[in-house]
Nanobody
Framework: EVQLVESGGGSVQAGGSLRLSCAAF????????MGWFRQAPGKEREGVAV????????YYADSVKGRFTISQDNAKNTVYLRMNNLKPEDTAMYYC???????????????????WGKGALVTISS
């Protein structure tokens, strides 16, 4: 069992920045896939960014490329999502997720992740 705890959500104006953190707890071994998904009101959950914890691969949704950066601290089993130039359409509940093994294709398959955090609310005002 892996537990995920998110922090760092909040409210900012458009153009602002936020950083989300996700700490993973439990018996975690090897390199795995961790990342961020989001769900806006009335919309389906979508992948935002994922990282293979070996540090070799990152994947981003087209809508956030160039604005969001996913990174990790393996010593702390923690991943971060730095969000710059935020837009009102980025408003959503952001969920951290974990999957055993690689990240191939997982950005687009929400049911491909094994564990989920409770979410962190991000609200961007215009």
């Amino acid at each position: 069992e892996v537990q995920l705890v998110e922090s760092g959500g909040g409210s900012v104006q458009a153009g602002g920045s936020l950083r989300l953190s996700c700490a993973a707890f439990g018996y975690i071994y090897g390199s795995n896939c961790m990342g961020w998904f989001r769900q806006a009101p009335g919309k389906e959950r979508e992948g935002v960014a994922v990282i293979y914890t070996s540090g070799t691969h990152t994947y981003y949704a087209d809508s956030v490329k160039g604005r969001f950066t996913i990174s990790q601290d393996n010593a702390k089993n923690t991943v971060y999502l730095r969000m710059n130039n935020l837009k009102p359409e980025d408003t959503a509940m952001y969920y951290c997720a974990f999957a055993w093994g690689g990240c191939g294709g997982r950005l687009y398959l929400t049911d491909g992740m094994n564990y989920w955090g409770k979410g962190a609310l991000v609200t961007i005002s215009s």
